[in-house]
Every structure is written in C-alpha cells, then in structure tokens.
C-alpha cells in the first residue's frame, strides 16, 4: 500500500498525466453514475489495447451509460509495474495487470498466471478455475488485497526470442533476458541473468544490449513490439503453455455499484474473456508469419538433454511458490492433484 507522501506524490503525477483526456470528458462520461479508470498493459493501436477498449464500450453499452470508462494504456499515468497498487489504492477502478510484474507483492498472482511447464489446454484450464478451486482461492486471495478479482482471461504461450540463436541450453548461460516472476526464476535455473522490464522498454532494451532477449506475454507481444527488428531468433519451445490473467476491480469501488450493475461488469468481462480467447489464436498465428516474413528465424530443435534440462529447471518451482504464502500453498496442493 502507497504511504500518504507516496500516494500524494502518485495521485498529483496521475492527475497531471490524464489531464488533457479529462478536459475532453464525453457529455455521456459526465452523466455516468459511475466513472471509472481503467489501466491495461498495452500502448495505443496494439491489438490487445483494442480488446481492452472493447472491454471499456461494452461496459458503457451493457450499463446503458451508467458506468463511464476511461482507457488509460501503458504509461499513461501509471506503469505497468504499478497497475496493482493503483487499483489497491484507488488512483485507478478497474486494472489489467501482469502478475509476474507484481511477484513480490502477490506471489499468488505468479501461480495463477501460469508457471513454466503449465498447460496449453483451454478446457483443462477453464476446469481448474471453474470446476477445481483455484477461482474461489484466488478471489479470497485477491479479496486480502483489497481487490475484487474478475472472470481471468487466457492468453496463448510465452517464447523467449533472443539476439543470437541458442544452439544448445548451455546458451542460457550468462544472457540477460526479460523475464519477469517465475519465468525468470526458471531462466536463472539455466544459467542466464533474469531482467524485469516494463513490455514498452523491451525494444530499446534489446537495441542498445541492455537486454539479450525477452519473453512476450505471447508471440503478438513480440510482433507488436517490433522485436524482430533487434532480435532474430525465437526459440522453439514454450516458456509457459498458457497464461491465465485477470481483471481487477478496487473493492471499495465495487461495494458502491449496485448488484444489477455488478452483474453487467461481470457479464461484460466474461465477454471480454471470450473475445481474448478467440483473437489470440487468430492473432497469433498471423504474429509468427508476420514476424517470418521480416526475418525471424528460429533456433534449432533442442536435443532430448536439452528437453530434459529444461524440464527440471522448472521441477523446483511449485514447491518454491507454495512457501511464499497461504493462498499459494493451497494453489500448489490443487496443481500437484493434477
């Protein structure tokens, strides 16, 4: 939680970043009985940036304009490093954060998302959440962040594209890579130096060698990013199968809405989970050609030593996560039934 001086600090910085956006407040925002903000991950004309402003209409549409809700993207106000203690604050409503950038605050945040080694399949993981537990732990564990979690939504697997191709694991070693959480626990596991890093900075990281390479929050990232231009080489196999993200709702704020316009948010980000669902398959492999097509090449196939190398870099995970706090623990126990 931001202490008084920080969050003053936070809320003045906010206020002068969306200053113009609110000279231009719509006549429909100003009749809002609810005006809500809304940061995501992304920057201006990406494609998941337009899936989060859909997010946004459908809302405004679905509540008949009673809730007004302004999109603020990546650096707009506040990092994306900083999206979970706004919405905990209030200096933002609603936020679409990226948990592993929040693994020291919410470790439970990094089990959900996905650790390395996790599965690729939508029904098993639609299960997990839905049928097995692991929705109703983490409302309670989002609950204890004074955050009310909405329906998650999934997005495609996490590669790692690197300057120079990995011939072998053994390349891991020493390379500097953007890896945020438990994905660059795993690459520490393989010898390479893990980098947090905001998605907007991976560019410019991987242009002037700060970085050698970078995980994406999916292959779109990469392409969206550009990163093909600073970095060839993808490589083969999966950091993660799937990643599982959520929506998150200041509780304070959410307790004010009545139930009818409770349900609506709820219904319109079941919606929105759809929408990730269905684009992100297209989308992605639309990103891998496009990328193809500029030059991306990939490493080679790693060997059965390598398979075997990167299968236990991740074995020690679970057990690491599960001692990092009570709602963590009873994912784990969930997971290991598996």
């Given at each position: 939680?931001?202490?008084?001086?920080?969050?003053?600090?936070?809320?003045?910085?906010?206020?002068?970043?969306?200053?113009?956006?609110?000279?231009?407040?719509?006549?429909?925002?100003?009749?809002?009985?609810?005006?809500?903000?809304?940061?995501?991950?992304?920057?201006?004309?990406?494609?998941?940036?337009?899936?989060?402003?859909?997010?946004?209409?459908?809302?405004?549409?679905?509540?008949?304009?009673?809730?007004?809700?302004?999109?603020?993207?990546?650096?707009?106000?506040?990092?994306?490093?900083?999206?979970?203690?706004?919405?905990?604050?209030?200096?933002?409503?609603?936020?679409?954060?990226?948990?592993?950038?929040?693994?020291?605050?919410?470790?439970?945040?990094?089990?959900?998302?996905?650790?390395?080694?996790?599965?690729?399949?939508?029904?098993?993981?639609?299960?997990?959440?839905?049928?097995?537990?692991?929705?109703?732990?983490?409302?309670?564990?989002?609950?204890?962040?004074?955050?009310?979690?909405?329906?998650?939504?999934?997005?495609?697997?996490?590669?790692?594209?690197?300057?120079?191709?990995?011939?072998?694991?053994?390349?891991?070693?020493?390379?500097?890579?953007?890896?945020?959480?438990?994905?660059?626990?795993?690459?520490?596991?393989?010898?390479?130096?893990?980098?947090?890093?905001?998605?907007?900075?991976?560019?410019?990281?991987?242009?002037?060698?700060?970085?050698?390479?970078?995980?994406?929050?999916?292959?779109?990232?990469?392409?969206?990013?550009?990163?093909?231009?600073?970095?060839?080489?993808m490589y083969p196999v999966?950091?993660?199968?799937?990643?599982?993200?959520?929506?998150?709702?200041?509780?304070?704020?959410?307790?004010?809405?009545?139930?009818?316009?409770?349900?609506?948010?709820?219904?319109?980000?079941?919606?929105?989970?759809?929408?990730?669902?269905?684009?992100?398959?297209?989308?992605?492999?639309?990103?891998?050609?496009?990328?193809e097509a500029k030059g991306?090449?990939?490493?080679?196939?790693?060997?059965?030593?390598?398979?075997?190398?990167?299968?236990?870099?991740?074995?020690?995970?679970?057990?690491?996560?599960?001692?990092?706090?009570?709602?963590?623990?009873?994912?784990?126990?969930?997971?290991?039934?598996?």
């Amino acid at each position: 939680m931001l202490g008084m001086k920080g969050n003053k600090l936070a809320k003045v910085a906010f206020a002068a970043a969306i200053g113009v956006s609110a000279l231009v407040t719509s006549a429909a925002s100003m009749a809002a009985e609810y005006n809500w903000r809304f940061a995501n991950l992304y920057g201006r004309g990406t494609a998941f940036g337009e899936v989060y402003e859909d997010l946004a209409k459908n809302i405004e549409a679905m509540s008949n304009g009673r809730i007004a809700v302004q999109v603020l993207y990546s650096g707009e106000g506040v990092g994306t490093s900083g999206i979970l203690s706004a919405v905990k604050s209030g200096l933002i409503t609603m936020g679409a954060p990226f948990q592993p950038m929040h693994a020291g605050e919410f470790p439970a945040g990094v089990v959900e998302v996905g650790l390395p080694g996790g599965t690729s399949d939508v029904a098993e993981l639609t299960t997990l959440f839905h049928d097995k537990g692991f929705g109703k732990i983490m409302e309670q564990a989002y609950a204890s962040q004074g955050l009310t979690w909405l329906d998650p939504y999934i997005q495609p697997p996490v590669y790692i594209i690197t300057k120079e191709p990995i011939n072998s694991i053994e390349d891991f070693k020493g390379l500097k890579i953007r890896a945020p959480g438990a994905y660059g626990k795993f690459l520490r596991n393989l010898g390479a130096a893990p980098v947090s890093l905001a998605w907007s900075e991976i560019y410019t990281s991987l242009a002037t060698g700060v970085i050698d390479g970078s995980i994406g929050s999916n292959m779109i990232d990469h392409r969206d990013g550009n990163h093909v231009e600073v970095a060839k080489y993808m490589y083969p196999v999966p950091l993660a199968g799937a990643q599982v993200l959520p929506i998150v709702v200041n509780q304070k704020e959410w307790k004010k809405l009545p139930a009818d316009l409770q349900a609506i948010v709820k219904a319109a980000t079941a919606v929105h989970a759809q929408e990730q669902m269905s684009k992100s398959k297209l989308w992605e492999s639309k990103a891998v050609a496009e990328m193809e097509a500029k030059g991306l090449k990939w490493s080679p196939k790693p060997s059965d030593e390598d398979i075997a190398a990167w299968r236990n870099a991740g074995l020690t995970l679970a057990k690491e996560y599960a001692s990092e706090d009570k709602y963590s623990k009873q994912l784990v126990e969930i997971l290991e039934q598996e």
